[in-house]
């Protein structure tokens, strides 16, 4: 029911940007937070960059300063606007949402299907 779906990615050129959107929909719940993960091939996923229910921004080190994440007022949408891009960049992207069913405490994470962010040098 609960539905991620990415857009924005593609192929750029290093130094380029991209803004990437996540629109979430279905069921009831509310949002603890939003993120941005990447994943390259033979790499672990990673997590690039999150936004907490309170506005408060979490970055991985090699993206501070040059990717940006926010949301909607509703919570419903989270953007990662990428800018400055690098070759290392490339990588599947996938938007996480850790939700909170409304009348309990219990929290799941749900994931989009990844869009993919090409960097060339």
């Known amino acids: 029911q609960v539905q991620l779906v990415e857009s924005g990615g593609g192929l750029v050129q290093a130094g380029g940007s991209l803004r990437l959107s996540c629109a979430l929909s279905g069921g009831i719940f509310r949002v603890n937070a939003m993120g941005w993960y990447r994943q390259a091939p033979g790499k672990q996923r990673e997590l690039v960059a999150a936004?907490?229910?309170?506005?408060?921004?979490n970055y991985a080190d090699s993206v501070k300063g040059r990717f940006t994440i926010s949301r909607d007022n509703a919570e419903n949408t989270v953007y990662l606007q990428m800018n400055s891009l690098k070759p290392e960049d490339t990588a599947v992207y996938y938007c996480?949402?850790?939700?909170?069913?409304?009348?309990?405490?219990?929290?799941?994470?749900?994931w989009g299907q990844g869009t993919q962010v090409t960097v060339s040098s």
């Open positions: 936004i907490f229910s309170g506005g408060n921004t």
């Open positions: 996480n949402a850790n939700l909170r069913s409304r009348g309990t405490l219990r929290s799941n994470d749900y």
